[in-house]
């Protein structure tokens, strides 16, 4: 490991008295037991799922003959560009968020509970799942997302979360100032010393040393260094850590419309090289905002894509204006699979990681939040009960009466499904979902 995440490690387990140099090292050299990594793909305005010039059962549902629960499956318009993941996706059908109306305020309850009153599942999965870099509960990437209003989707109680916007800033917050210009290198080359992160706490003990004490310290402290020197010349970083390789190029100018693939793809690229490094475990990439007024210039240069998901322009710009938010969180799954996992680096980082890819509503047009779509991707470590692709029809296990849909589940019921996967107790008095997990009867 690299210095910066070897006392990442360290401050995590609350370590401040002097350790064993054979503890120390067994610390830092224990790898290969998998732990699940989560992350949150929300896009904005819906996925289309209303019929619509010649597309009768909407974009994204896959047709499954009147099946409910089965993997034999064909992608609908939309959905066909996750074909690549079809054999690890799992698709959610019969799902309500808040009201089911309202409008565009479901970004303030699509990732908490239904009285929008707890702190979001992103944050509270990031509390218990924690990484090395023990300041970062879990990582907010938010490419485009407040160009206008700040519309988001992740929740401290109340409060809203802003997400970094910024990819330059976003790459520092994962690795810090001195990480940039790395040209490609396996580790951070940071300018800050070894101990900078625990530096007040190291002098407030020393002060409170006699001369030989604080003399043993410092002596204790070098060896630490050596230590770390030997690992990072003979340790694997992470499974093959190259923080480099997510740079991000230099122009790109964050809030315009004419580097929007560039922008949402260096995110994607840095949310990926945490999760592999270590850094956290979970992510929450919300890609633009509700109503989203960036335009996708290969789709239109002169509509946006919230106009098109209303249907404003032609059946092709709607069409393709939803279908360019999938291509990007594929973008994110290629580069999941194609990065290591930093516990079991003979594995892809997608084995070890859950993918929940939503949006704040079901179909932009109307503006509802009837049937909105979930799709949980990835290997998850083995908890994920995909079954090779599969699509699951809830409604049989709706617990809420509505006029048009029946009855619906609760979108709450997911995120307390996900938490008790986790292993954690998510507050939003809702029951789980059965036969998602492996783990959760």
């Known amino acids: 490991m690299n210095r910066r995440r070897f006392l990442q490690s360290l401050l995590a387990t609350g370590v401040a ?21 989560v992350v949150f793909a929300v896009i904005p305005d819906g996925f289309g799922v209303d019929a619509y010039g010649g597309y009768n059962k909407g ?10 629960d089965t993997g034999n499956f064909q992608l609908n318009e939309m959905s066909k560009h996750l074909a690549a993941y079809k054999n690890q996706s799992l ?20 990732l908490r509970d239904t009285n929008a009153s ?11 799942l924690r990484g090395t870099n023990a300041l970062m509960k879990r990582l907010y990437s938010g490419p485009h997302a407040t160009v206008g209003a700040a519309w988001n989707v992740s929740y401290d109680g109340n409060a809203m979360i802003v997400p970094e916007i910024n990819p330059y800033q976003l790459f520092e917050q ?31 003990l020393r002060a ?21 020197t030997d690992l990072n010349a003979s340790v694997p970083v992470a499974g093959g850590c190259t923080p480099g390789d997510a740079e991000p190029a230099a122009g790109l100018v964050s809030t315009s419309a004419d580097y929007r693939d560039e922008v949402t793809r260096a995110h994607s690229n840095i949310v990926a090289s945490a999760l592999s490094c270590g850094s956290t475990r979970v992510a929450t990439l919300q890609i633009g905002r509700s109503a989203d007024p960036v335009a996708i210039k290969s789709v239109s240069a002169t509509r946006n894509p919230h106009d098109c998901a209303h249907r404003y322009g032609s059946v092709t710009e709607w069409r393709d204006s939803r279908a360019w938010y999938v291509q990007q969180v594929k973008y994110l ?26 949006s704040e509503m079901a179909d932009g047009a109307p503006e509802h939040m009837q049937d909105v779509p979930v799709t949980l991707i990835g290997g998850a470590s083995g908890l994920l009960k995909h079954q090779g692709g599969r699509v699951k029809d809830l409604y049989d296990q709706g617990e809420r009466s509505h006029w048009r ?19 954690i107790s998510v507050p939003y008095g809702a029951s789980s979902i059965p036969g998602i997990f492996t783990n959760v009867n």
């Open 17 to 37: 008295a002097p350790l064993s140099m054979g503890g120390f090292a067994r610390m830092a050299l224990a790898q290969g037991s998998a732990k699940l990594k």
């Open 405 to 423: 849909m029946g009855k619906a589940v609760d979108m709450q019921r997911v995120w307390t499904t996900i938490g008790q996967a986790a292993g």
């Open 118 to 128: 707890k702190t979001s599942i992103d944050l509270l999965l990031g509390d218990k």
């Open 59 to 68: 974009l994204w549902f896959p047709e499954t003959g009147g099946l409910k």
């Open 91 to 110: 698709f959610l059908k019969g799902l309500i968020v808040g009201s089911g109306t309202g409008g565009h305020n479901a970004w303030t309850t699509i």
């Open 208 to 228: 409170n040393l006699g001369g030989s004490e604080r003399a043993k310290l410092d002596t204790h402290l070098d060896a630490i260094e050596q230590v770390v």
């Open 333 to 358: 799954l290629d580069k999941l699979n194609a990065m290591p996992d930093p516990d079991v680096p003979t594995d892809s980082l997608l084995a070890h990681t859950l993918v929940v890819f939503t």
């Open 174 to 204: 994962v690795y810090g100032s001195g990480a940039g210009g790395m040209g490609g290198g396996s580790q951070p080359q940071s300018r800050a010393h070894l101990f900078d992160n625990a530096n007040s706490r190291i002098q407030q």
